[in-house]
């Protein structure tokens, strides 16, 4: 049988939904006749109880090998650390791991990519590159650092050498592409292959008991669920709401289910506003309640800070689609753009325009904007081009083709 080897920062067990597909695409592998192993981080991004956790993929004949944790506490404390114990610890691990056809790697964390690489080049052996964030572009978006510092310049030259060495680059969508080539790789070397929805695709509106546990009984659910992070805008979002509110919009809540590293700015910025009436925060729930907090939105939210476009593309629009749940993007043209246009699944307003965000959010609370045929636009566009079965089969074909090739 072909020898995989797939290296992720996140694994199972894992609340996480990110988590979730690394897990089904070496789960596909080995159903279709793959040798599978996978070494990830002992750390978790949402600890999930045992009782919550996905099916486990040992049972499927995969290994799982983990780089022990250094650290205690929250995976954000110490996070340079963190990244590079687990690439200090993985190159070696696979120098001298058994022999591979193929190594499959991810972009987190950080470092991973050139480690990869580097490890490929001295053994001989080809990878791929599933680029579900671009470094060192984040970075640059993010203000870390500068693509003119000597630091910017040294990770632009290491991660450009390693994309240009990869057998295959796998990106989300054309901006990403787009950035791809911008390195230099291949066009031949390049390969879309969108995310797709995890966990559990039910959900429960009706006689949903989180909308009187959480207080919502009677109010229009504006849902953000998920990470809460670098690439995502809340501004124009909370002056949008702030602004509906003015308009007669006065059954609106915002509800906030997730975490990330800019939850307390968020918060501050609602206080800021004086709109912690209007707004609700939870943490992550485990994967047997999505179908509980998704349900509760009316219009689900995804945001884009201008400028990462092309660097991440948030995979919460495709679970927000494959539940029919209408949709709301703030921010540049970008993936998520052309996604929601092609799908016909909701609205899209540019980053900073309050007024055009406050329109659509009064429309759809007082029930005028086109919800339902959204809502069913959206789940048949996922259904015929997104699903995770086709997703899945995508990458068995590809990961078959590099290894016979």
Known sequence: MPKVLFIEQYYYPEGWGGAEIPRDITVALRRAGFEVDVLCSSDQYAPVAPEHAAEDPTRHGIRIFRIPRILPGPIHRFKLLRILWFCAYALPWLLWHRDADLLVTQTNPLLVVPTVAFAALVRRKPF????????????????????????????????TWSYRRAAQVVVLGAFMRQRILAKGVDPRHIATISNWATGDTRTVAEDNPLRTEWGLLGRFVVLYSGNIGEGHEFETLLRGVQRAVTLGADNLTLVFVGAGVRLGELRSQVTTLGLEDRVVFKSFVPASMLPYSLGLGNLALVTLRAGFEGIIVPSKLLGYMARGIPVLYIGPDSDIAEMIRAANCGACCNTGDVEAVAAVLSAAAAGTASLRQWSRSGQNYYSGHLARERGVQQYVALIRATVCA
């Open 128 to 159: 791929i590159i599933i680029a579900q964030d671009l470094y060192p572009e984040a970075l640059f978006a993010s203000g870390v650092t500068s693509p003119d510092s000597l630091a910017g310049r040294a990770l632009q030259r290491l991660f």
